[in-house]
């Protein structure tokens, strides 16, 4: 079967780093993608992986362990626009299936 | 046009009503795809289009809901006999391919009352 898993809900403090897990299981697989998406608003494109290890964008790092099926989202020097859900989501045979979703907080 | 655009953004129908929803994908994009996002919940995947690929319907919850997509381009998700658990915001994405990552529209918000 297919199953993809994350937190919730997470806080942190401006300024700092952020993790964010997400595991997943599935027969197909072509890549694992990350998506912001702010309340009210529609999902945007973060990264992709589609190899093992690090892929860094600017303040953002994405990882991947296929053999694990585990990857993390890393958010460095928070800043408050960056409270919003972030939606792990693995490419099935062209489509993707997304995660219910991290609800993020960045307090003061 | 620049992103894809859906319509109507809002949507309040009454029970056992029919409700169509319309998206305009980016120009060039052959795969397109609907979600729906119940409150707090996750994206649930609904159908994709690619092309003139017959489309994958296999997110599509029961019967009551179809879709189809005219000359490769605009489409238009179809609820008959609209249930309360119906309500959610209808998302449509689209791409040049997974690969590159989906561009989704703002969304329809139906409300079944």
């Known amino acids: 079967g297919q199953n993809i898993d994350q937190p919730t809900e997470m806080t942190a403090t401006e300024g700092a780093i952020v993790q964010i897990n997400c595991t997943y299981q599935?027969?197909?697989?072509?890549?694992l993608f990350w998506y912001q998406q702010h309340a009210g608003e529609a999902p945007t494109f973060l990264s992709y992986?589609?190899?093992?290890g690090l892929e860094e964008k600017g303040r953002f790092s994405s990882f991947l362990s296929r053999s694990k099926g585990y990857s993390y989202l890393l958010l460095k020097e928070l800043q408050m626009k960056d409270s919003a859900s972030y939606l792990c989501?693995?490419?099935?045979?062209?489509?993707?299936?997304f995660g219910t979703g991290t609800r993020l907080q960045v307090f003061p | 046009g620049a992103g894809v655009s859906q319509s109507p953004s809002n949507k309040v129908t009454e029970k056992g009503k029919d409700v169509e929803l319309r998206c305009d994908p980016i120009?060039?994009?052959?795969?397109l795809y609907w979600y729906r996002q119940s409150l707090g919940q996750g994206l649930e995947f609904l159908i994709y289009?690619?092309?003139?690929?017959?489309?994958?319907k296999s997110g599509l919850p029961s019967d009551r809901f179809s879709a189809e997509r005219t000359g490769g381009s605009v489409s238009t998700l179809t609820i008959q006999r609209t249930q309360q658990e119906d309500s959610a915001v209808y998302l449509c994405?689209?791409?040049?391919?997974?690969?590159?990552?989906?561009?989704f529209g703002s969304g329809t918000r139906l409300t079944v009352v």
């Open positions: 992986n589609v190899l093992d």
């Open positions: 989501a693995f490419d099935n045979t062209d489509k993707l299936i």
């Open positions: 599935t027969s197909g697989f072509n890549g």
């Open positions: 289009f690619q092309g003139n690929s017959a489309p994958d």
């Open positions: 994405a689209s791409s040049i391919g997974a690969y590159y990552g989906y561009t």
């Open positions: 120009s060039g994009h052959t795969a």
